[in-house]
Structures are given as C-alpha cells and as structure tokens.
C-alpha cells in the first residue's frame, strides 16, 4: 500500500530527513517516534505534500505521490488528512462548520465564502460528530471546547475529507492524560473500524506500544528502528533518543490512566 524509497529532504545543505525507506502492507497504525528534530514533521509533511523532497520516491498503491502537480497534487492532500498538535480549528466558527471544511478543496471558493452547505453535507458531519461523541456541541464555537474535544473536531474534519491515510503530528501533545487517550482512541477506532492507515509522529513511548502495530524510530533523520511494539524494549528506545545509561522511560510518559472513570465512560459509549 505504501512504499517509502530512499526519500530524502535537505534544509541549508542539512538533511532534516536522510534517505528513509519502509513499506507498510495494509492499514496499519504507524507511530514515529523520536527526539525534537529527528526529522518526524518533516516525512508526514512530505508525505502530504506540505513539503517538497529533496530525492526519493513515496508510493501509494504504486504511485509516487511525490511527482504529483497541480489538481493531482490538492486531490492528494484531500486523500491524506493532517491532524495537528494546535488542532488548527477556526476557533470563533461553531464546530459543525469547522468540520464542513474538510470539504474546502473539494467546492467552489464562492459556496465557501458564503458558508453555502448542502444539506447531505450537514448530516454527514454531524452523523461524524455523533460518531465521536461529541455531536452535542455541534453549535458551540470551537474555542468553547476542552482541548481533547477540539482535537476530535480536527478528527471529524479529516473524516469530512473521506481520506485513505490520516497523518497526525503530536496529536496529543497538548492533552492531559484523560483526553490524550480518548483521542488515541477515537484515532484508533477509524484505523480499525475504517481500515484506514494512521501515521502518528508520537513524544511517549507508552503511547507507541499501546496503540501502534508498528514502530518507526528515527534519530538525526535516519530510521534506527523499525519493529513491533513488543520490540521496542528500552535498550531499543535508549539508541532512539540517543540517551545514555541514565535514560528514563518515565521521562517520555504520558501516564495513561488504565480504568479511570472517564475511560469506563468512553468504553460504554463505544460499546453502545
Ligand atoms: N522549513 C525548514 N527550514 C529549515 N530547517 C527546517 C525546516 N523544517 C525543519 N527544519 C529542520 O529539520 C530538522 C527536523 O525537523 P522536524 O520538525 O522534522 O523534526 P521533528 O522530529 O518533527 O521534531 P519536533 O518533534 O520538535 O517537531 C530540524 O533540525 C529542523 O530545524
């Protein structure tokens, strides 16, 4: 499905990312991990062609979307959906309309403007929001939200786009441990119960081993590890983050509560 072959970007005569190759079969969960500027935003930004390649190939189902130009290029992006640490929501627009943008490059500027949406594209978002439970606050202005409400409106957003691949940066990096498990979740539910491939640039390593079926560690813009979950041990994490002896997995902890109440409350709305 994905084919990433020698792939390279250079910033001021330094690779930022240094000819990185891995394929991934089918729609795994793919974690990236590793330390401030290892080159992690650089590839998912490449990848959906925020970023030119200096060289390389990335193909998807045998199409390298790197050579992709002009409305080949924006059909791309609208089939590999960005969620960001900041969420990147308008925060004064109300939720369901920040959710209708994920159809921005798909409709006339004009409809846009005019805040012009069909009413199939209205449902659509709000069936997306009651999916992820949050379909209640479909009127409140974005910037009323909990930060972990607001990156699942960024998650229906990217749904609202209908994408293959979801590439998320840091997507809980500015959320308490309730909240950043919450949004792993819901990342996790698309992945399996959409089959679509999520790419996550991730700071923990707990995360990494409970959500991912597979890790990419990258150190000064080379992949250094490439495995399970179950074969990241710390020795593995120590070469990752170029840390010494006294390295400290707690130190990339997120400390996920396992059976907080707001969990089993989550749990239950799945399950309902
Ligand atoms: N637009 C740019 N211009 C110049 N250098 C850049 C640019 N973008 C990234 N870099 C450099 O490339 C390297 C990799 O940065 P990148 O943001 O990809 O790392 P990262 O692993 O995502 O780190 P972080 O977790 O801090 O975001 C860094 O040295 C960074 O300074």
Redesign the pocket.
């Known amino acids: 499905m994905l084919a990433v072959q020698n792939v390279t970007?250079v910033?001021?005569g330094?690779p930022?990312?240094d000819d990185i190759s891995f394929t991934v079969d089918g729609p795994a969960f793919v974690g990236i991990i590793?330390?401030?500027?290892?080159?992690?935003?650089?590839?998912?930004?490449m990848m959906n062609r925020l970023?030119d390649a200096t060289a390389g190939r990335i193909c998807v189902e045998g199409r390298d979307i790197l050579s992709l130009r002009g409305r080949e290029r924006r059909a791309w992006q609208g089939q590999c959906a960005m969620i960001f640490q900041q969420f990147n929501l308008v925060p004064r627009m109300d939720v369901v309309s920040n959710v209708l943008h994920g159809l921005l490059n798909r409709r006339p500027v004009l409809a846009t403007l005019c805040n012009l949406w069909s009413r199939a594209d209205i449902l659509r978002a709000l069936e997306i929001l009651n999916r992820l439970g949050i379909a209640e606050q479909a009127q409140k202005r974005a910037e009323a939200l909990s930060g972990g409400q607001q990156q699942r409106v960024a998650i229906a957003r990217a749904l609202m786009q209908d994408p293959r691949i979801i590439l998320a940066?840091?997507p809980i990096a500015s959320l308490d441990p309730m909240n950043a498990q919450i949004v792993m979740d819901t990342l996790r539910r698309i992945n399996v119960e959409d089959g679509r491939m999520v790419i996550a640039?991730l700071?923990t390593l707990d995360t990494a081993r409970r959500y991912c079926d597979r890790v990419i560690g990258?150190r000064d813009?080379r992949i250094v590890f490439d495995g399970s979950p179950a074969q990241l041990s710390t020795g593995a994490a120590r070469d990752i983050y170029g840390a010494d002896h006294s390295f400290n997995e707690a130190a990339t902890s997120t400390a996920l509560p396992a059976d907080s109440a707001a969990d089993a409350a989550y749990a239950a709305q799945l399950m309902a």
């Open positions: 970007r910033f001021s330094r930022a990312v590793g330390r401030s500027g290892a080159g992690k935003s650089t590839f998912l930004r970023t940066d840091e640039n700071h990258m813009g």
